[in-house]
């Protein structure tokens, strides 16, 4: 009961990056509730994934294991998490921000009639005092996330429902393994209990998953572009120095919009979040949407044609100009400087 | 085949992708006023797939429903210039404040009235807020099954369909159970542009409310032509509760929002003169950033 509850997703065996750092997180805020944090895993062919998360510090796992609940539909897996939320009554549950996370969280939340809210960039604990009803609500959780296409950034809560729901994307939040000894317990739920057969009417008839082919996420040095990168033609000029400098292309969501790159690129808050130790950002003007992607990079460039442009107020150097000139002198000067 | 009932929803929003800097007041709030309001993008591919199984079945009828203010009755005009053939427009100061849940409830209470359907699609997301909660939250509360991230629709069959489904890393073919709930990725083909003729059959499409407002001269239009009458469905029109509507049927509560404020690092400030690119680039060579 008032446990924080992870939704970890499983896939061949491996539980997902985005899981293992909301049990970092989820440990973290347990503590400051003094609550245990309790991990859910619904799949099939599970093979060992106590190994894989009770180390984060889980106090208890509870597994689910059937053939047909993997590869995941929405249906039979809402199903669990239902049942299990109303027998447990967590005060938090947390999934990562993945097609899957955002398919289940809503029909879950649905069902509870509990808020949830999407997209997190940073989670709390505070207080909150309802002036109107005279009534002050303790450690509740603040689902911090930018909002309005990232012109504001909004500090959510839900006072009366619980459990309170967020989700939060991949690499946003740290992953720590906490004590590879840690003494969780594993409770096997049985299936039947949980899942009916109705539940399966909903059938994957054929699957294509391709391995990340880009590694964005670990790339030290990315060169990102924006819509003021102007076209695909220009983009290549990005290719060329990421390739020079041994690093990756990002892209902003205009430019991902605009069709000038491709959508795993996409650097943001509705992207992938990224601290390489190195960030060209070109003809980006920064929006708060993109800054959340990438504000924690250890050094940022900035190429930009408006001397003004928002983004500039992150950098470290602030370069104006036209980027079709810049970039090739850089190339230049790099291999200059490297012979 | 007899062709299906399709339900599209969509959503008029902020054209927040297009914040100029106007879009901020002197006092650091945004100016929703000087957004454009637009058709969410998402629902256009909603409203397309939708479309592209009308042209393949005939029959099939599609009709667009949006909650918002009485000015969304301008995405539904929209629907109609795109071969749309009817809209309901959802619309009470009962829902102002409404979050996620709050919406999906009346939206999903406003499709109770609308009669029999074998479809609802909607867009994966609304860009004013990015949650992707109402489509699945609208199944949930219709208790029918949900596929996500459509892109398309590959099979219909009387009693099921089959579709493929874009995710971040791959692609996935579903066969699903009818009445179901699709919602649509932007990977699906964008939507058809406005058709002259119907735009023309369409454009004195109104609300009510839009009527009783209206100065213009086509007032006589609508006895004879049924079709330009936009259904308008208030609270009343709708079994609820009212705990579960607005404010109050929304668990969510927005505590502080704060403006960004851009606050400036000391940075180098350089131009494209080669000198200064040279020296940047030695500087993050020597520091080991680079090479």
Same mark, same amino acid.
């Given at each position: 009961?008032?446990?924080? $509850?992870?939704?970890?997703?499983?896939?061949?065996?491996?539980?997902?990056?985005?899981?293992?750092?909301?049990?970092?997180?989820?440990?973290?805020?347990?503590?400051?509730?003094?609550?245990?944090?309790?991990?859910?895993?619904?799949?099939?062919?599970?093979?060992?994934?106590?190994?894989? &998360?009770?180390?984060?510090?889980?106090?208890?796992?509870?597994?689910?294991?059937?053939?047909?609940?993997?590869?995941?539909?929405?249906?039979?897996?809402?199903?669990?998490?239902?049942?299990?939320?109303?027998?447990?009554?967590?005060? &938090?549950?947390?999934?990562?921000?993945?097609?899957?996370?955002?398919?289940?969280? %809503?029909?879950?939340?649905?069902? #509870?009639?509990?808020?949830?809210?999407?997209?997190?960039?940073?989670?709390?604990?505070?207080?909150?005092?309802?002036?109107?009803?005279? @009534?002050? /609500?303790?450690?509740?959780?603040?689902?911090?996330?930018?909002? $309005?296409?990232?012109?504001?950034?909004?500090?959510? &809560?839900?006072?009366?429902?619980? %459990?309170?729901?967020?989700?939060?994307?991949?690499?946003?939040? @740290?992953?720590?393994?906490?004590?590879?000894?840690?003494?969780?317990?594993?409770?096997?739920?049985?299936?039947?209990?949980?899942?009916?057969?109705?539940?399966?009417?909903?059938?994957? &008839?054929?699957?294509?998953?391709?391995?990340?082919? #880009?590694?964005?996420?670990?790339?030290?040095?990315?060169?990102?572009?924006?819509?003021?990168?102007?076209?695909?033609?220009? $983009?290549?000029? #990005?290719?060329?120095?990421?390739?020079? #400098?041994?690093?990756?292309?990002?892209?902003?969501?205009?430019?991902?919009?605009?069709?000038?790159?491709?959508?795993?690129?996409?650097?943001?808050?509705?992207?992938?979040?990224?601290?390489?130790?190195?960030?060209?950002?070109?003809?980006?003007?920064?929006?708060?949407?993109?800054?959340?992607?990438?504000?924690?990079?250890?050094?940022?460039?900035?190429?930009?044609?408006?001397?003004?442009?928002?983004?500039?107020?992150?950098?470290? /150097?602030?370069?104006?100009?036209?980027?079709?000139?810049?970039? %090739?002198?850089?190339?230049?000067?790099?291999?200059?400087?490297?012979? | 085949?007899?062709?299906? +009932?399709?339900?599209?929803?969509?959503?008029?929003?902020?054209?927040?992708?297009?914040?100029?800097?106007?879009?901020?007041?002197?006092?650091?709030?945004?100016?929703?006023?000087?957004?454009?309001?637009?058709?969410?993008?998402?629902?256009?591919?909603?409203?397309?797939?939708?479309?592209?199984?009308?042209?393949?079945?005939? =029959?099939?009828?599609?009709?667009?429903?949006?909650? =918002?203010? =009485?000015?969304?009755?301008?995405?539904?005009?929209?629907?109609?210039?795109?071969?749309?053939?009817?809209?309901?427009?959802?619309?009470? +100061?009962?829902?102002?404040?409404?979050?996620?849940?709050?919406?999906?409830?009346?939206?999903?209470?406003?499709?109770?009235? *609308?009669?029999?359907?074998?479809?609802?699609?909607?867009?994966?997301?609304?860009?004013?807020?990015?949650?992707?909660?109402?489509?699945?939250?609208?199944?949930?509360?219709?208790?029918?099954?949900?596929?996500?991230?459509?892109?398309?629709?590959?099979?219909?069959?009387?009693?099921?369909?089959?579709? +493929? +489904?874009?995710?971040?890393?791959?692609?996935?073919?579903?066969?699903?159970?009818?009445?179901?709930?699709?919602?649509?990725?932007?990977?699906?083909?964008?939507?058809?542009?406005?058709?002259?003729?119907?735009?023309?059959?369409?454009?004195?499409?109104?609300?009510?409310?839009?009527?009783?407002?209206?100065?213009?001269?086509?007032?006589?239009?609508?006895?004879?032509?049924?079709?330009?009458?936009?259904?308008? *469905?208030?609270?009343?029109?709708?079994?609820?509760?009212?705990?579960?509507?607005?404010?109050? =049927?929304?668990?969510?509560?927005?505590?502080?929002?704060?403006?960004?404020?851009?606050?400036?690092?000391?940075?180098?400030?350089?131009?494209?003169?080669?000198?200064?690119?040279?020296?940047?680039?030695?500087?993050?060579?020597?520091?080991?950033?680079?090479?």
């Amino acid at each position: 009961m008032n446990n924080i $509850f992870v939704y970890c997703e499983v896939e061949d065996g491996v539980v997902a990056d985005v899981s293992l750092e909301l049990l970092t997180k989820g440990r973290s805020l347990s503590n400051e509730l003094k609550c245990q944090l309790e991990a859910v895993v619904v799949g099939g062919g599970l093979k060992d994934v106590e190994s894989q &998360i009770i180390p984060f510090g889980v106090d208890v796992l509870h597994i689910i294991e059937d053939p047909r609940l993997s590869p995941y539909t929405t249906a039979p897996h809402a199903a669990v998490l239902i049942k299990l939320f109303e027998e447990e009554k967590p005060q &938090i549950a947390l999934m990562g921000a993945t097609p899957i996370g955002r398919d289940l969280g %809503p029909r879950v939340s649905s069902a #509870l009639h509990s808020g949830l809210t999407a997209d997190c960039t940073s989670l709390e604990i505070g207080d909150h005092e309802d002036k109107k009803a005279g @009534k002050i /609500y303790k450690d509740l959780l603040y689902q911090i996330r930018p909002a $309005f296409g990232g012109n504001i950034i909004a500090w959510i &809560i839900n006072p009366d429902c619980r %459990p309170q729901m967020a989700t939060v994307r991949e690499g946003v939040m @740290k992953k720590e393994i906490l004590n590879v000894k840690y003494p969780g317990k594993v409770n096997r739920l049985e299936v039947a209990k949980y899942v009916s057969d109705v539940d399966f009417a909903v059938q994957v &008839i054929e699957r294509h998953m391709e391995k990340r082919k #880009l590694n964005i996420k670990g790339a030290s040095i990315i060169v990102s572009g924006g819509y003021g990168v102007g076209s695909k033609e220009n $983009f290549k000029l #990005l290719y060329d120095l990421a390739a020079v #400098l041994g690093g990756e292309v990002g892209a902003s969501r205009a430019a991902v919009d605009a069709g000038f790159a491709e959508h795993e690129r996409q650097i943001g808050q509705t992207g992938t979040t990224v601290r390489p130790k190195l960030y060209i950002a070109c003809g980006i003007s920064g929006q708060v949407q993109h800054r959340a992607g990438m504000e924690e990079s250890a050094q940022i460039i900035a190429i930009n044609t408006d001397p003004d442009a928002p983004i500039n107020s992150l950098a470290d /150097y602030v370069i104006t100009g036209d980027l079709s000139e810049i970039i %090739p002198k850089m190339i230049k000067y790099y291999k200059l400087n490297t012979k | 085949m007899k062709g299906l +009932r399709i339900i599209v929803l969509a959503k008029q929003v902020p054209d927040t992708r297009n914040v100029g800097k106007d879009a901020m007041k002197a006092d650091g709030t945004v100016n929703r006023a000087a957004l454009p309001a637009i058709f969410n993008p998402e629902d256009l591919n909603a409203l397309e797939l939708a479309l592209r199984l009308k042209d393949e079945n005939p =029959g099939t009828t599609v009709t667009v429903l949006t909650m =918002g203010p =009485g000015r969304a009755a301008e995405i539904i005009r929209e629907g109609l210039y795109r071969g749309a053939d009817g809209g309901v427009l959802l619309t009470d +100061r009962a829902f102002a404040g409404s979050d996620t849940l709050a919406t999906s409830y009346a939206l999903s209470q406003a499709i109770r009235e *609308m009669g029999e359907f074998d479809l609802i699609i909607a867009g994966r997301q609304a860009i004013d807020g990015d949650t992707a909660q109402v489509g699945p939250q609208v199944a949930e509360k219709m208790g029918l099954p949900q596929v996500t991230y459509v892109e398309a629709v590959l099979k219909v069959e009387k009693t099921k369909m089959t579709v +493929r +489904r874009r995710l971040d890393n791959g692609v996935e073919t579903v066969k699903a159970p009818l009445p179901l709930v699709l919602t649509v990725n932007s990977s699906a083909p964008d939507c058809r542009s406005r058709n002259a003729k119907l735009l023309m059959k369409y454009k004195h499409a109104r609300t009510v409310t839009e009527r009783q407002e209206a100065t213009e001269d086509y007032l006589f239009l609508y006895d004879s032509r049924p079709f330009l009458n936009i259904q308008e *469905m208030t609270v009343n029109e709708i079994k609820s509760t009212p705990d579960q509507l607005g404010l109050a =049927g929304s668990p969510t509560k927005v505590k502080r929002i704060e403006n960004v404020v851009l606050q400036a690092k000391d940075a180098k400030r350089l131009t494209a003169a080669d000198e200064g690119i040279n020296d940047l680039m030695k500087e993050l060579i020597d520091s080991h950033v680079i090479g």
